[in-house]
């Protein structure tokens, strides 16, 4: 077992951890932000394995967990729409720590793989993990501000 491997147990530990808890109890508010949890968590442990293992196919399916995920979790956002208005669920500082640790994870990884097409994909599913994971939470705590029907 190397450090990659090491890093993405952890994380994979903890992180599944608080998804389960979160979905399997409270309110359809907090059940949903554990959903896109899983996938803030899942997409950077398979990037460290990825390089753990060295096997390139892991980065792939990370970049299109990075781009389902998200969707997945807007899906649920416009099915309970009522019922996240009546919660006014804000999971903000949730939601920075897991874009941090997506940055963290695309940084280092990019640094081993070093320059080249694999740095591209890698810096690309980093952008739609982070850029998607903070639409998807900011549609479940009840959309923008200063944008009409959000």
């Known amino acids: 077992m190397n450090g990659w491997v090491l890093a993405a147990t952890i994380l994979l ?10 979905v399997a ?24 394995l990825a390089q753990g293992y060295d096997r390139s196919s892991y980065v792939d399916l990370a970049l299109l967990l990075a781009l389902l995920g998200p969707v997945g979790t807007l899906v649920f956002a416009r099915l309970l729409a009522e019922d ?25 990884v990019c640094v081993a793989a070093g ?6 994909k890698l810096l690309v599913t980093g952008a739609l993990l982070i850029g998607g994971n ?17």
């Open 13 to 22: 530990g903890a992180g599944l951890a608080a998804a389960v808890w979160g």
């Open 25 to 48: 109890s409270g309110p359809p508010a907090r059940r949903a932000v554990a959903q896109n949890l899983t996938t803030s968590v899942a997409c950077p442990s398979l990037l460290l």
């Open 115 to 120: 320059p080249g097409r694999a740095m591209v």
């Open 134 to 150: 903070l639409v998807a939470s900011r549609a479940l705590a009840g959309g923008f501000r200063g944008v009409r029907g959000g």
């Open 84 to 108: 996240l208005a009546d919660s006014g669920a804000s999971a903000w500082r949730l939601t920075w720590a897991a874009a941090g640790v997506g940055a963290v994870v695309v940084v280092a």
